[in-house]
């Protein structure tokens, strides 16, 4: 499997990780869940997106060997 099939997989994962930490969200905002445990949810979300921008732009190619 060539890097960019790599790549193409682990974004695809990753993609659902931010998926299901959106919908995690909105399930505790709606039940009213606890501010600390969303803020944490929220912090994954967007360490997620950015590894996924990092994977795309090539940044962590050297992981992939």
Request: aromatic content about 10%; overall charge negative; hydrophobic content about 30%.
């Amino acid at each position: 499997m060539d890097n960019e099939e790599k790549k193409r997989i682990i974004c695809a994962f990753l993609g659902k990780c931010v998926t299901y930490a959106d919908e995690s969200i909105s399930r505790k905002k709606k039940r009213g869940g606890d501010e600390a445990e969303i803020s944490r949810w929220e912090a994954y979300r967007e360490f997620t997106e950015h590894a996924i921008k990092e994977v795309e732009a090539g940044e962590l190619d050297s992981w992939l060997d």
